[in-house]
Nanobody
Framework: QVQLVASGGGLVQAGGSMRLSCVAS????????MGWFRQAPGKEREFVAA????????SYADSVKGRFTISGDNAKNTLYLQMNSLKPEDTAVYYC???????????????????WGQGTQVTVSS
């Protein structure tokens, strides 16, 4: 089993920055990919970004490309999401995710991830 604990959310003004963190524990050595999803009020949960845990390859949703950066520190079992130039439409609960499935490419679908963290609220004011 893998457990994920996300932190770093809060309130920020539009144009500002924020960094989310996610610590993995348990059988973290079995993780192949980690990432972030988000869910805004009244909307579907959507893919934000993901990373190959061993190799560092990344994938981003078009809506965050050029503004968000995903990275990982294997030694600390910690995933990060650096969010710059934040917009009010980035307001959502952000979920850290991980998968032990040895997929051939970075997954962007919810069903591909077998472990979810508790979520952290990010609010961007205009």
């Amino acid at each position: 089993q893998v457990q994920l604990v996300a932190s770093g959310g809060g309130l920020v003004q539009a144009g500002g920055s924020m960094r989310l963190s996610c610590v993995a524990s348990g059988r973290s050595f079995s993780i192949h990919y980690m990432g972030w999803f988000r869910q805004a009020p009244g909307k579907e949960r959507e893919f934000v970004a993901a990373i190959t845990w061993s190799g560092g390859s990344t994938s981003y949703a078009d809506s965050v490309k050029g503004r968000f950066t995903i990275s990982g520190d294997n030694a600390k079992n910690t995933l990060y999401l650096q969010m710059n130039s934040l917009k009010p439409e980035d307001t959502a609960v952000y979920y850290c995710v991980a998968t032990r499935f040895p997929l051939t490419q970075i997954p962007t679908m919810r069903v591909s991830y077998d472990t979810w963290g508790q979520g952290t609220q990010v609010t961007v004011s205009s």
